[in-house]
């Protein structure tokens, strides 16, 4: 009787919040979905690797840094703006353009708004997303970008985040590759001659290939 009730609440649960995700997608390992940014109760926000260790419901996790684990609310907010025990995850649409998620499904994710959309990924549940390393931009008309080996071609949408010192460039706009060459590519239409000058990091993610699809941010390692 009692594990009958306790698989009618489990029932109850999931019918409230939708399919969960499969767990193949959370946790701590390379191509798994990465925390953009988390703000525990106590501290300020931390922005390195994080991760989701379970799914409490279609907005609640329990996120982890390595150090802190807690359960934290899912909200449509950017960095720099989380509250206590919240956290955000972007995405890159097939615009180029950066999104935070709102709810996460099995297969879809919603973004800020009532619509889900399908994100991709491939058979082992890892992100397919396109994203190289940022290890240098100059403060220039127009900026150039470079990510050793990126692979993108002139035309290309692409979200920028996590540059430090040239914070400009963390926007949530897409931008658009142009000159590319092996290690470099600019911005076409960009003038950063005003921008402060780069420090270090950030990652370039390539829009989704597939029309009203989403790319999510995924861990390196």
């Known amino acids: 009787m009692r594990n009958t009730i306790r698989v009618d609440l ?7 919040m939708g399919r969960p995700i499969n767990k193949k997608h959370i946790g701590d390992g390379a191509g798994k979905i990465q925390v953009t940014a988390v703000k525990f109760a106590a501290g300020g926000e931390i922005t390195t690797e994080s991760h989701i260790v379970n799914q409490r419901s279609a907005n609640k996790f329990t996120v982890t840094d390595g150090s802190k684990t807690e359960v934290c609310t899912l909200v449509n ?11 955000c995850i972007n995405v890159t649409d ?12 099995n297969r879809k994710m919603q973004l800020e708004g009532a619509t889900r959309h399908k994100w991709a990924r491939n058979s082992a549940g890892a992100s397919t997303a396109v994203e190289k390393v940022i290890s240098g931009a100059t403060a220039a008309d127009p900026v ?5 080996g990126h692979g993108f071609s002139n035309g290309d949408k692409v979200s920028i985040r996590g540059v430090v010192g040239m914070v400009e460039l963390n926007t949530e706009t897409a ?17 950063g001659s005003g921008f402060t000058a780069y420090g270090s990091a950030g990652v370039a993610t390539k829009a989704a290939a597939e029309a009203g699809g989403i790319v999510v941010d995924a861990q390196a390692s």
């Open 175 to 191: 931008y658009t590759v142009a000159n590319k060459a092996t290690n470099t590519f600019e911005l076409s239409g960009v003038d």
């Open 94 to 105: 097939s615009d180029g353009v950066t999104k935070q998620v709102t709810k996460m499904f």
């Open 77 to 87: 907010k950017s960095i720099g703006g989380l509250g206590a025990s919240e956290f």
């Open 10 to 16: 489990e029932r109850q649960r999931r019918n409230k």
């Open 144 to 148: 150039v970008i470079t990510a050793t």
